[in-house]
């Protein structure tokens, strides 16, 4: 099974990438993707540039099997939606088992997505639990945890897409927005990021100069 990890990681952080590892090793996942957005359609422009947060990116993955970086988004042009890039994948892996791996709170927000219907079709949903966000039971999100929630890796395994699994990871209370905020600022986000990454965004003076 491959995991999908996607996010603008602005910057990639420490909460990520735990997040990811942790998923691998609990779904058992041959690995997991990296995806950075391109052109977020829900949200403000990454105020990284795709080059800088890409190369971010491979500093924090080096070393790491198990995670993989993934562009496609940030080369195709456009919006990225997420239904596109499910199927551009579905494309490449045949019948492999695909899962979308996403917060609570994204899980939450999925009906607000471009084709949103079409993204379980596509792949499973793993859903990370987030302090103080809790799982609708109504609308159109809860009937979909009706129809489509499971509890065992074996049914994620069994079939290419469609199921439901909500899962929980360490927690880290921090966010890539602090992370900014801090280097605006002058402050030290050390220990919340690799090194290599920091360093990186000192150098180049990524979000020093926010306003």
Not at 97 to 121: K, M, Y
Not at 140 to 146: D, K, R, S
Not at 174 to 190: C, E, K, Q
């Amino acid at each position: 099974m491959i995991g999908i990890f996607g996010g603008t990681f602005d910057p990639i952080h420490y909460g990520h990438l735990r997040c990811a590892l942790e998923i691998a090793e609990q779904l058992e996942l041959s690995e997991v993707r990296m995806l950075p957005c391109g052109q977020p359609p829900h949200r403000t422009a990454p105020q990284a540039s795709p080059q800088q947060r890409r190369r971010a990116l491979e500093l924090a993955l080096a070393g790491q099997p198990l995670l993989t970086l993934d562009t496609r988004e940030l080369d195709r042009p456009g919006l990225s939606y997420m239904v596109d890039t499910l199927a551009s994948l579905r494309a490449e892996v045949g019948e492999r088992s695909l899962c979308l791996i996403l917060g609570q709170d994204a899980f939450n927000g999925l009906a607000g997505w471009h084709r949103w219907e079409e993204v379980p079709e596509l792949a499973h949903l793993v859903v990370i639990s987030r302090p103080g966000v809790e799982q609708p039971d109504n609308g159109p999100i809860g009937a979909l945890i009706e129809q489509r929630s499971v509890e065992s890796l074996d049914e994620l395994r069994a079939r290419p897409a469609g199921a439901i699994l909500f899962r929980s990871v360490t927690p880290l209370g921090f966010s890539a927005s602090g992370i900014r905020r801090m280097l605006a600022t002058g402050r030290s986000p050390r220990y919340l990021l690799p090194d290599a990454v920091l360093d990186y965004l000192l150098t180049e003076g990524v979000y020093q100069n926010l306003n």
